[in-house]
């Protein structure tokens, strides 16, 4: 019987040790969509704010 309490031990770190790094790999990925949006979102801004100062020249 301790032998197998053993092995249940074993197999209970191994799981969390799994979710461990689930969970760091899914908050990572989540900061690199984060940073992906949030340059775009910065190209997109300075790209209408460079049209509005063209637009403003001409007129």
């Given at each position: ?20 790094i689930g969970s ?36």
């Amino acid at each position: 019987m301790g032998g197998r309490g053993a092995i249940g031990d074993k197999w209970s770190m191994r799981v969390l040790w799994l979710c461990a790094i689930g969970s760091a790999l899914s908050l990572y990925m989540v900061a690199v969509e984060r940073q992906i949006q949030n340059r775009d979102r910065m190209l997109a801004e300075s790209l209408s704010a460079a049209e509005a100062e063209g637009a403003g020249e001409d007129v």
